[in-house]
């Protein structure tokens, strides 16, 4: 049975701490203990889910401790800390590769083991202190800027900047991580690499999309050809009573598009809820689209007929 670690020691934490702490190098070869980097030492914990953005946000929390003053967290690691909504695919590499570790130029990008070195100019990056975490990582804005090099679907880079500015629409919803005036100027920094998606993403971003797959859904039907549609739209009976908050709306033409997710799916009270709504949404006229996440992997031609055919109904 080996012995319990002090209780200030909290995990993870450094080799060097520990042994400052009164630990011997024994008890650190432990095999209860885990390695996560060299010169830091962790107890495993069970993951809570197999998401990958976990992965990548228990990564960052276990290089804390031998985290150089002068570097900071940037790029896919900075927007799973935010809580930004990268496609997995990205995510998945972002857990091989190690997490994304940067320092301002002219050091030298980190080159330690297990992680995935940075070198950034001074004036790209914007770095403040995560208010859960209490990690430095580049500001919203400048995570979202850094992405425009590495999110290779223009979509994901505009559900990544809708996610960063989305206003408060409901109770539980936290205030925007940051404003367009404020991807506005990331954007705008000289010889910014992935300048040119930013720019075309900038025009494109809103501030009233709830979930990656409701942008995703908006942008195939503007691609389309059809009009811009109303986001997270509130739906009221003829006496004014709120009935329903839509996904996306034609108001005019009384037409909603509703994103089923799977959790629609998973309880009883959630399908009756569902099927609720839509009663009172056709009971006030209103024609309703449901679509899934393989309706949006289709592509938007047949998404895109059904939404033309309801608004020419």
Request: net charge positive.
């Amino acid at each position: 049975m080996p012995h319990e670690l002090p209780p200030t020691l909290q995990t993870p934490f450094s080799v060097r701490a520990a042994l400052q702490a009164g630990v011997t190098p024994k008890r650190l070869r432990g095999r209860d203990l885990d390695t996560p980097f060299w010169g830091a030492r962790s107890i495993p914990i069970p993951a809570r889910s197999d998401l990958p953005s976990e992965a990548v946000v228990n990564a960052a929390l276990e290089y804390r401790p031998v985290m150089a003053a002068n570097q900071f967290f940037s790029h896919v690691t900075a927007a799973a800390l935010w809580g930004l909504p990268i496609p997995p695919h990205v995510l998945r590499a972002a857990v091989r590769n190690g997490p994304d570790v940067a320092v301002f130029g002219p050091a030298r990008h980190p080159r330690r083991h297990g992680i995935r070195g940075h070198e950034v100019h001074p004036a790209s990056a914007y770095i403040v202190e995560h208010p859960g975490h209490g990690l430095r990582l580049t500001s919203p804005a400048s995570t979202w800027a850094a992405l425009g090099a590495t999110l290779r679907d223009p979509y994901d880079l505009i559900a990544v900047g809708d996610a960063a500015v989305r206003e408060r629409m409901f109770r539980d919803d936290t205030p925007p991580l940051a404003t367009l005036e404020h991807l506005t100027a990331a954007a705008a920094v000289p010889r910014r690499v992935g300048a040119a998606a930013l720019r075309a993403a900038l025009p494109r971003i809103r501030t009233r999309s709830a979930s990656p797959r409701e942008t995703r859904c908006r942008l195939l039907l503007i691609d389309a050809g059809l009009p811009e549609p109303a986001l997270n739209h509130e739906v009221r009976d003829h006496t004014g009573r709120v009935i329903a908050c839509v996904d996306l709306a034609y108001p005019e033409a009384r037409v909603a598009i509703e994103y089923e997710g799977e959790h629609h799916l998973f309880t009883r009270e959630q399908w009756a809820r569902d099927l609720a709504r839509y009663e009172a949404l056709a009971a006030a006229g209103w024609f309703v689209v449901r679509v899934s996440a393989a309706h949006l992997e289709d592509g938007d031609a047949a998404l895109a007929a059904r939404v033309r055919a309801a608004l020419t109904r």
